[in-house]
């Protein structure tokens, strides 16, 4: 019996190891250090050691503010780094370290600390007293914007037009990112082109007169490509980036465009350029030989080796095409796509008019939805130039962004897709007012709360507005932004969460 007594008091020495050290004034916070990673101004780093392993969290809130935060536990270590993210430049915080967990926990005293003024490259009046700029329209989220010039960043910015995370490369610039399945980043980097004339914002009268004709491309880098990728986490730290232009891959698959996204396995999906030499005889054009410019879909690992690709000509049918002589420079000018539930491709085709779905792993095309397509639709919500195909959260409604050439108004638009019946039931149509006339890039996506976020890219303007069109919030910018992306409070849940 003594032996067995004995037993068990080793045993639950054993298991309360840390919890006695936890209770001992010896087993103190040795150290903290308050650092700003890659000098920001809206983020700090906290560094903890203790005399013996144990979780820590950071509580912290703004002074003087309402609600606090706290991060998700650490593992049990001596040394902790933990990041405080989503802070407000030039504003003063407190903060405690909080050791071990429940009602074993030990904590700091209260400590303070003052993040400096934002980087003056960031200092824009994103909102201006005389637009509407009602924070509440846009709920407790950010939007994400991209800058394609040097340096390049992302931005998040929240409904009170301040800058709450960024991530900024000095080389090249940003021209579109996506959230991955694990949370990240990732975003196609663009080498600064000469021309600038779809970078800067221009007036309604400008963008009214633009000669209605579809086609866009200028070279093979055009606006909208990019030579390189890059995955970056919340934190801000880049995990990996390829320069595709610097790999010995087909030269096809050195330049990418308009669109990127990251697929459950890892793998991204981005748009090329793929051509095909013809004779022209062949097709009653002509004499000689020329070259068609399409596009395709390339698929890479974080290398940059090319996993596989799907060309739209592996599906087009070039002797029945009308507009082949008109449109060859540029025949469909995808602008993007997003995954369907299925894991298919729902691709944006402007030249068409319409989207179409194509298998991811066959390449064949399933079918085409719009202006002279296979569903049956409401001919009022036929959608011209479009851009941004997306599904909701639920992948229940379609939504894009109608840029409107032909009748010179912009507009988001949401169906509910019958593929079985080939239906199409128009579920929102939200004009932007005339004056937010878009005729190239933008995009449309429905907020939580029921309104909508719309990018008029060649006016410079982001807003939110609610279903019926009204404006509730708009931020102006001194660029033309291809496109502004959602992001939920939610998305930080792995890093810290809300507390009163």
């Known amino acids: 019996m003594k032996r067995k007594l004995f037993f068990l008091f080793l045993v639950l020495a054993a298991g309360c190891t840390g919890l006695y050290y936890l209770l001992l004034p010896e087993n103190a916070i040795t150290g903290i250090v308050l650092t700003s990673p890659r000098n920001t101004a809206v983020q700090e780093a906290v560094t903890v050691s203790l005399r013996h392993p144990a979780s820590v969290t950071v509580e912290y809130w703004e002074k003087g503010g309402a609600g606090k935060f706290r991060t998700v536990p650490t593992p049990a270590d001596t040394v902790h780094s933990i990041d405080l993210l989503l802070l407000k430049a030039g504003h003063t915080y407190e903060y405690r370290v909080v050791v071990g967990n ?10 303070s600390f003052k993040t400096r003024e934002q980087s003056p490259w960031l200092v824009n009046k994103w909102l201006h007293e005389e637009k509407p700029h009602d924070a509440s329209a846009l709920g407790d989220g950010f939007v994400l914007l991209c800058f394609a010039r040097k340096p390049g960043y992302m931005a998040m910015i929240d409904g009170e037009g301040e800058v709450r995370w960024y991530w900024q490369v000095e080389d090249i610039g940003v021209r ?31 963008i009214a007169a633009e000669e209605i004709k579809k086609p866009m491309r200028r070279g093979q880098l055009g606006f909208a490509g990019g030579t390189a990728v890059t995955e970056v986490d919340l934190t801000g730290k880049t995990l990996w980036r390829v320069d595709l232009d610097k790999l010995e891959n087909d030269p096809e698959y050195r330049i990418i465009h308009h669109e990127i996204r990251m697929d459950e396995q890892g793998y991204i999906h981005t748009l090329t350029r793929p051509k095909k030499i013809i004779d022209l005889a062949e097709y009653g054009l002509g004499c000689g030989t020329d070259t068609l410019s399409g596009d395709g879909i390339l698929v890479i690992d974080s290398l940059g080796t090319p996993v596989r690709h799907w060309s739209c000509w592996d599906v ?79 992948g229940r409604l379609t939504t894009l962004f109608d840029n409107g050439l032909y009748k010179q108004c912009s507009r988001a638009l949401s169906f509910r897709l019958d593929e079985e019946q080939k239906t199409a039931q128009t579920v929102l149509d939200v004009p932007l007012p005339k004056e ?27 807003v939110v507005t609610d279903p019926e069109g009204k404006i509730l919030w708009e931020i102006n910018l001194a660029y033309a932004p291809y496109r502004a992306v959602y992001v939920p409070a939610a998305t930080f849940s792995r890093y810290f969460t809300r507390v009163e």
């Open 176 to 206: 579109v990112a996506n959230f991955t399945p694990r949370g990240t980043l990732v975003a196609m980097l663009r080498p600064p082109v000469q021309l600038t004339s779809n970078d800067v914002p221009q007036s309604h009268e400008t």
């Open 102 to 111: 429940g009602i074993f926990s030990r904590s700091s005293g209260v400590l």
């Open 436 to 462: 937010k006339y878009t005729s190239r890039m933008g995009n449309a996506c429905l907020l939580p709360n029921g309104n909508l976020l719309q990018t008029s890219s060649k006016t410079g303007a982001v």
């Open 316 to 394: 087009w049918d070039i002797r029945n095409d009308p507009y082949l002589e008109r449109y060859m420079y540029d025949r469909f000018h995808m602008n993007g796509f997003c995954f369907d539930t299925d894991g298919n491709y729902l691709v944006s085709v402007p030249i068409e008019d319409q989207l179409w779905k194509v298998d991811a792993h066959t390449g064949n095309l399933l079918w085409k939805f719009g202006r002279n397509g296979d569903f049956q639709m409401d001919t009022a919500s036929y959608f011209s130039f479009q851009h941004s195909p997306y599904l909701d959260a639920e």
